[in-house]
């Protein structure tokens, strides 16, 4: 059973036209013009419960725009929206006590207090008793390794010490689906892949459903098994992670360090990124050439290394962007 | 109801940081306080004239109540909070919490107020002491009556200043309204009584919410009587239902156009 469901989504923002300079300002005063902006167009997808799923995009593709909706805080102009069998639009009441939110670039949490006086907070805000609160608390506080830091008021905290208990924060109501909006922004790489495996053990214990959006594509890789593609409001992909990773480019990165010098140039299916004479660096696209076809050019025994690898997944995602332009 | 309880205790515990903030401010009182002291001191040519009803202490009393309901509120950055989250879109981290905004923001600002307001009314009465010698002739019971008033006309108050805030839906800048209103509270309200103005003016200004935010609470710790707290608590309640429901009202109106670009 699909846990959010949406069909045919559409949103459109009336922004103000201003033509340049000091007349054009005292014009858009006086006779307003507007243009409409299509932020989403046409998006369906569905999320299976428990999933882990990445909804990326380049800026202003329309993922926040889509995560209002699904949360309820903007309305949509038309399709539908099913999260959890709820109408966000008409239940977004209801709806709260069933998602969780973290949005990395805003805080939530009353910075003067210690986080177990925010956790208790939240507690209160969706009405959870007391008592219940209390154990959630200590099981939160274990599974994410807050003890040494939750008496120290939240304006003391480092900023990875701060996004766990966000996260926490908004888990204290055991949320079916968390929604996470580039939750390891600006945060070292040790302190992300902490969050990274705190997020997925959470994922196992609770079979949180997760919908994450991110910049970083290793967040993306290490996480989620499959991922949304949106530019310019419209869905661009929708595929498992297996699939975006081996088979979206059918290309492979042969970095090799030879005996002697080898021309490439002018091969099908060849292209040279890299030729400092007897090291080479090519990009092999296996529709028009096959690995083993590249290594018999090279020779194998003029190989004295060699290293075989996929395009990053970086590469694959910009390539994608730029499809889109 | 619990959550708000919390709401309101969370930003309480939260604005025990702020405890000098509230003692420095309230120099800026006392400054206004000793203006006014020496202004109707000059006014009233001998300790026992009336004027308008009211004695030169009771005067002085009555600027004292006004000025602590006013201070307390904390009016200009309160309203420019809500208009900023409204423009920012931060306004989005509440919308996705099961409370009422208009609740979390009532319950937030009586939490932020409470303890300035604890502060400012015992240091006002020290201050008028200090200045008079005497409180106005005012029972136990009747000034817990006194400080009720005082309490609903805070609340009324917030939800005056939440519905200019709540302009920012539609508009750009809610500062301008904010300075009408202020400028309007200031001089009918926090100044002279009601019983100064001439007498159009003051039949409007009676039924006007400067009777419930201010007037109402200070004339009641100068000149008790139960009649007259019926009445100023009866029109403050009234006050509290329809400020509520416009608050509720635009706020619903609002959010309908809330466009929220990026992040």
């Not at chain 1, 008496?151 to 480092?158: E, F, G, I, K, Q």
């Not at chain 1, 580039?182 to 070292?188: F, S, V, W, Y």
């Given at each position: 059973m699909s846990i959010i469901e949406v069909k045919k989504l559409k949103k459109e923002f009336k922004v103000k036209l201003k033509e340049k300079g000091f007349k054009g300002t005292i014009k858009s005063i006086i006779k307003p013009k507007y243009k409409k902006i299509k932020a989403v167009n046409d998006v369906s997808f569905s999320v299976e419960k428990g999933e882990m799923i990445a909804f990326i995009g380049p800026n202003g593709a329309g993922k926040s725009t889509t995560i209002k909706m699904l949360t309820g805080i903007l309305h949509n102009d038309s399709g539908s929206i099913k999260v959890m069998d709820l109408d966000p639009k008409k239940d977004r009441k209801q709806l709260a006590y069933e998602i969780g939110c973290v949005f990395g670039q805003k805080e939530q949490l009353w910075t003067h207090l210690t986080p177990y006086d925010n956790f208790k907070f939240f507690g209160a805000v969706y009405d959870i008793p007391e008592t219940v609160v209390e154990k959630k608390i200590n099981e939160l506080k274990e599974l994410f390794e807050l003890d040494s830091f939750i008496?120290?008021?939240?304006?003391?905290?480092?900023l990875g010490q701060r996004i766990r208990c966000e996260i926490v924060a908004s888990l204290i109501h055991e949320p079916k689906i968390l929604f996470l909006d580039?939750?390891?922004?600006?945060?070292?790489p040790v302190v992300k892949d902490n969050i990274r495996k705190l997020i997925k053990r959470m994922n196992k214990e609770y079979k949180t459903t997760i919908f994450l959006t991110s910049h970083d594509v290793s967040d993306i890789e290490k996480l989620c098994k499959r991922v949304i593609i949106i530019n310019k409001g419209k869905v661009v992909l929708d595929d498992s992670m297996e699939n975006l990773k081996y088979h979206y480019l059918n290309k492979k990165i042969l970095d090799c360090k030879c005996k002697e010098e080898v021309n490439l140039s002018g091969e099908e299916g060849i292209n040279i990124i890299k030729n400092k004479g007897v090291n080479l660096k090519i990009e092999v696209d296996t529709n028009k050439k096959s690995i083993s076809d590249a290594l018999k050019l090279l020779n194998p025994d003029n190989i004295i290394d060699i290293n075989i690898s996929n395009v990053p997944l970086e590469e694959i995602i910009s390539n994608i962007y730029n499809d889109g332009e | 109801m619990r959550k708000y309880f919390y709401i309101f205790k969370t930003e309480l515990m939260s604005n025990l940081n702020y405890v000098f903030n509230v003692l420095f401010s309230f120099i800026g009182y006392f400054i206004h306080i000793l203006v006014f002291f020496y202004l109707w001191s000059y006014i009233y040519s001998d300790s026992s004239q009336v004027i308008n009803g009211y004695s030169k202490s009771q005067m002085i009393w009555y600027v004292i109540i006004t000025e602590v309901i006013w201070s307390v509120l904390a009016g200009r950055s309160f309203c420019r909070k809500i208009s900023e989250d409204v423009k920012s879109g931060n306004i989005t981290y509440n919308l996705n919490k099961p409370y009422s905004y208009i609740g979390y923001l009532l319950s937030s600002k009586m939490g932020e107020m409470s303890i300035s307001f604890v502060l400012y009314f015992i240091g006002a009465i020290i201050l008028g002491l200090i200045f008079l010698g005497s409180l106005p002739s005012i029972n136990i019971i009747q000034f817990i009556i006194v400080l009720l008033s005082c309490i609903l006309a805070c609340i009324i108050s917030a939800f005056l200043i939440i519905i200019i805030g709540l302009f920012a839906f539609y508009i750009e800048d809610t500062g301008p309204f904010y300075w009408v209103y202020s400028k309007v509270i200031l001089i009918f309200g926090t100044i002279f009584p009601i019983e100064f103005f001439p007498g159009i003016l003051k039949n409007i200004l009676s039924y006007s919410p400067i009777y419930v935010v201010s007037y109402g609470p200070a004339k009641l710790f100068v000149n008790f009587s139960y009649i007259e707290s019926i009445k100023i608590l009866i029109a403050q309640v009234i006050y509290i239902i329809i400020t509520y429901l416009l608050c509720l009202l635009i706020y619903k109106k609002g959010e309908k156009r809330l466009n929220v670009n990026g992040g």
């Open positions: 008496d120290t008021p939240v304006r003391n905290l480092s580039e939750p390891t922004i600006g945060l070292d | -």
